[in-house]
C-alpha cells in the first residue's frame, strides 16, 4: 500500500487547471488553512499526497504537453498562480478518444487533434499509459453530454482496475447497470457530478430541506444558473443538458418529503455571459405557505468562482476514493459520494451524508 496517491486526469479544463493551481497556491502560503471540506487529512491522506501523473485530452494544444504546462491552454482561464511560477512536473497530457466529447458551442474553442487512431487503438495506448505510470485512480472532468466519452473512461478502469471519480451528470456511479459492473470487480467509484463546496445546489437542497423541515409547504421553486466559461458555453446546447438537468433537479426533490410537480420546479443552467470567465451566479426562489396558508417566498444570488467551488470537493473524492482501494472496498462508494456528488445511487440529506462518510473514513 502506498502512502502517494496517483491520479490520471480526464479532461484538462478548467475544473483541473483550477485543483491543481490550488494545491500549488496551498504550498506556497503554509500558513493558510486549507479549506477543504472534511478533515484536512483523511485517513492520514493530505493534499500534497496526490500525485497528478498522467493527462488525457482531445485539444490539439494540449495533448503532448506537460500537464502542469496545459493546464494554462486557451480556453483555460484560472490565473491563480503565473504560469511560469508553477513547479513543472514530468507529467504529460495523451490522447483520448473525441467521441461525443465537444459540442456544437465551442467548437471554436477546442480544437481536437487529427488523429488516425481509433478509439480502440487509444484505449489500447491509454491502458499501457496508465499501467506504467501506476495510476490508481482516474477523475473524469469531461463537457457536460459526453456521454459516450465518459462510458469510454468507465470501460478503461475497469478493464485496468482503477478507481473512478466522475464529476460530471453522465451517469456511471449511480446508475445500476455501471455500478453493478464495478461492484463484480471490486473497483471502487464514487459519482456522479461533483456537488461544489457552497454552490448553487447544496444552498438549493439545505433551504428547500429547512423549508421541509420546517413544516411549511413549498409550492414552486427555481434556480437559474448563468457563468461565462467554456462549460456555461458547451451547456447552450440543450440536447447534452439532459442528464445535467435531471441530477440537479433531483438533488433538490430528493430533499423534500413530498415532490413538486414537474412544471413547480425548474433547476438548470441557463445562459452564457461571457464576460463572466468562471465567476458564476446562482439566482433561487422558493415560494411556499405557511400557517393559515399565508404565503412566504425567498430569494438567493449567489456569486462564486466555479472552479475553486469544485476543487475543493475533489481532493476529498480522490482521498476517499484511495481509503476505499486500500480497503479493498469496491462497487459505488455510497457515502462519498452521497456527500460529494449530486446524483449518487443512494440520496440522503447532507447532514446525514457527512455523518456516513466520516463513519467511512473511521472504518465503521
Ligand atoms: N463547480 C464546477 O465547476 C462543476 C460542478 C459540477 C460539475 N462540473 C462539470 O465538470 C466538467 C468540467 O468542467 P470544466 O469547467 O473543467 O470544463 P472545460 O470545458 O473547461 O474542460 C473540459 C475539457 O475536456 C476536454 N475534452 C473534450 N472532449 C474530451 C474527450 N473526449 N476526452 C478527453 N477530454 C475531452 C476539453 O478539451 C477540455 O479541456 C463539466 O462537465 C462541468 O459541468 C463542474
Not at 490508481?136 to 469531461?142: C, F
Not at 399565508?294 to 484511495?322: C, F, H, T, W
Amino acid at each position: 500500500m502506498s502512502d502517494r496517491i496517483k491520479v490520471g486526469l480526464v479532461g484538462i479544463g478548467n475544473c483541473f487547471s483550477g485543483l491543481i493551481q490550488g494545491i500549488e497556491y496551498y504550498r506556497e502560503n503554509p500558513s493558510q488553512e486549507v479549506t477543504g471540506i472534511i478533515h484536512d487529512k483523511l485517513a492520514g491522506y493530505g493534499i500534497y499526497d496526490i500525485d497528478f501523473v498522467c493527462g488525457f485530452d482531445v485539444g490539439e494544444n494540449k495533448v503532448g504537453k506537460l500537464l502542469h504546462e496545459a493546464i494554462y491552454e486557451f480556453p483555460n482561464m484560472v490565473d491563480w498562480i503565473p504560469k511560469d511560477k508553477l513547479p513543472k512536473k514530468d507529467a504529460m497530457v495523451y490522447e483520448s478518444p473525441v467521441l461525443d466529447g465537444v459540442g456544437l458551442w465551442v467548437e471554436n474553442r477546442i480544437k481536437p487533434i487529427s488523429s488516425t487512431k481509433t478509439p480502440e487503438e487509444i484505449a489500447f495506448d491509454v491502458k499501457k499509459i496508465l499501467k506504467e505510470k501506476g495510476v490508481e485512480i482516474i477523475v473524469s472532468y469531461l463537457p457536460v453530454g459526453s456521454d459516450k466519452a465518459t462510458e469510454f473512461w468507465a470501460q478503461i478502469c475497469l478493464d485496468t482496475g482503477t478507481a473512478f471519480v466522475n464529476c460530471i451528470p453522465s451517469f456511471i456511479a449511480s446508475d445500476e447497470r455501471w455500478a453493478k459492473k464495478f461492484e463484480e470487480k471490486n473497483i471502487p467509484c464514487i459519482g456522479d457530478d461533483i456537488k461544489g463546496q457552497v454552490g448553487a445546489t447544496i444552498v438549493h437542497r439545505t433551504l428547500a430541506k429547512l423549508c421541509d423541515d420546517r413544516g411549511t409547504k413549498i409550492e414552486k421553486t427555481y434556480q437559474i444558473n448563468v457563468g461565462g466559461n467554456t462549460d456555461f458555453l458547451n451547456m447552450k446546447e440543450q440536447d447534452r443538458l439532459i442528464s445535467k438537468k435531471i441530477s440537479k433537479t433531483e438533488s433538490v426533490q430528493s430533499q423534500l418529503s413530498e415532490r413538486l410537480d414537474d412544471d413547480q420546479i425548474y433547476v438548470g443552467p441557463s445562459d452564457f455571459i461571457p464576460f463572466l470567465g468562471n465567476t458564476k451566479l446562482m439566482f433561487m426562489r422558493i415560494e411556499g405557505r405557511q400557517w393559515a396558508n399565508i404565503p412566504y417566498n425567498m430569494e438567493v444570488r449567489l456569486q462564486v468562482d466555479d472552479k475553486a467551488n469544485s476543487a475543493g470537493i475533489v481532493v476529498d473524492a480522490i482521498r476517499l476514493a484511495k481509503i476505499a482501494l486500500d480497503r479493498g472496498i469496491g462497487g459505488p462508494i455510497k457515502p462519498a459520494s452521497a456527500y460529494l456528488m449530486k446524483h449518487p445511487i443512494e440520496q440522503t440529506s447532507d447532514v446525514l451524508a457527512k455523518i456516513a462518510c466520516e463513519k467511512f473514513v473511521a472504518g465503521d
